[in-house]
Structure formats: C-alpha cells, structure tokens
C-alpha cells in the first residue's frame, strides 16, 4: 500500500474529520517535496526542522499553520510509520500575531445575510444564530432538529463529541419550509 493511502487510512480508522485528513495528506505531500521526494523513512529530525523552519522563514507562514504542519508531520512518523522521534533540536518558530479577532456586530452580520437567499442564506443564519461549525451545518440532518426544545443535536461534531445548541425561534418558519420543500 502506497504512503499517502496508509496514512488515510489510518486517519479514518481514527475518526479524524475529512478536512483534517486532507490537511495532513496536503502538508505530507509537502513535506516529501521539500526533501526530493526522499522516502520519510530515510529522514530524521533534523530534515523535519529544516522543514517547519522553512514554513516559518521562506513561506512566512502563520504560527498556527505551521503547528499544523508540524502535527502532520509527527503524525506521520509516530503513527503511520511507527518511528518515535526525538527532539527536533533548533526550529524556527513563526511568531503569533498579537491582534483582536474580527467579530462582526450585529448589523453587519444582518448586512452580509440581506445580500444572501435561498439554502446558503438559511445555513449562514443557522451558523451565525446556533454557533454550528460549517461541516456541522452541512451534516444536519432532519431527526437532529427539536422544534418543540428550540435545539439542535450536533452529532459527532469536534472532537467526536455530540452535542445540543440552540435553534433561533426566528428560523424555525424557514427551516420548517425548507424541509416541506425537500
């Protein structure tokens, strides 16, 4: 079995989300690349440093970006090839920005949603009103929606956790429309 189908594999015996294995699969294929396609086997901790170093100081990178990276990486060896790694000695660490989150107000999100319509527009009010993850939204089904409670089941969501959210009162017509047309 080729390596980027061992190291699928293994994240779906794992349970990890789809958009975690395509991140790992992407930073692995990087990482392969970066050292001439040289089997990961034959590299140490030292061609990893170089590596995550490289994020940090050629592709100026974010530091949450390149943790990512780093994660796949020992993912990788740990997991898949079952190679524990030492200390990765000296890497260079991209910095994290200091800087407030951009959260919309009120308005402005009510701005966004006016230029919306149709089953984007209810997703976007379903994120925004019930705080659902996207891939959570988009994985919505009927049974999880209680009317009567005013909830939302979240089922296997981060973490493969489940869990209950509320369901604005205001989007209770547009859902119950919604699932009449379909």
Same mark, same amino acid.
């Given at each position: 079995?080729?390596?980027? =189908?061992?190291?699928?594999?293994?994240?779906?015996?794992?349970?990890?989300?789809? #958009? /975690? &294995?395509?991140?790992?699969?992407?930073?692995?294929? #990087?990482?392969?690349?970066?050292?001439?396609?040289?089997?990961?086997?034959?590299? =140490?901790?030292?061609?990893?440093?170089?590596?995550?170093?490289?994020?940090? +100081?050629?592709?100026?990178?974010?530091?949450? +970006?390149?943790?990512?990276?780093?994660?796949?990486? @020992?993912?990788?060896?740990?997991?898949?090839?079952?190679?524990?790694?030492?200390?990765?000695?000296?890497? &260079?660490?991209?910095? %994290?920005? @200091? %800087?407030?989150?951009?959260?919309?107000?009120?308005?402005?999100?009510?701005?966004?949603?006016?230029?919306? /319509?149709?089953?984007? %527009?209810?997703?976007?009010?379903?994120?925004?009103?019930?705080?659902?993850?996207?891939? &959570?939204?988009? #994985?919505?089904? @009927?049974?999880?929606?209680?009317? &009567?409670?005013?909830?939302? +089941?979240? #089922?296997?969501?981060?973490?493969?956790? =489940?869990?209950? +959210?509320?369901?604005?009162?205001?989007?209770?017509?547009?859902?119950?429309?919604?699932?009449?047309?379909?």
């Amino acid at each position: 079995m080729k390596l980027l =189908d061992q190291v699928r594999s293994i994240i779906r015996k794992k349970h990890y989300s789809i #958009r /975690t &294995e395509e991140a790992y699969i992407n930073w692995i294929k #990087r990482y392969i690349l970066f050292h001439n396609k040289r089997h990961p086997k034959d590299l =140490d901790e030292n061609d990893i440093s170089r590596f995550i170093s490289h994020l940090a +100081t050629d592709l100026n990178v974010a530091a949450s +970006t390149q943790n990512q990276a780093l994660n796949a990486i @020992v993912f990788l060896y740990k997991q898949v090839l079952g190679i524990e790694m030492g200390d990765f000695g000296q890497m &260079e660490r991209a910095k %994290k920005p @200091v %800087k407030l989150p951009v959260v919309l107000s009120k308005e402005e999100a009510r701005k966004v949603l006016s230029f919306m /319509t149709g089953d984007c %527009k209810l997703m976007a009010q379903l994120l925004y009103g019930s705080g659902l993850r996207l891939m &959570e939204c988009v #994985r919505l089904r @009927v049974q999880d929606i209680d009317f &009567e409670r005013s909830q939302i +089941t979240v #089922r296997d969501g981060k973490g493969m956790k =489940d869990r209950v +959210t509320l369901l604005p009162d205001q989007l209770k017509p547009f859902l119950d429309d919604h699932l009449k047309k379909v």
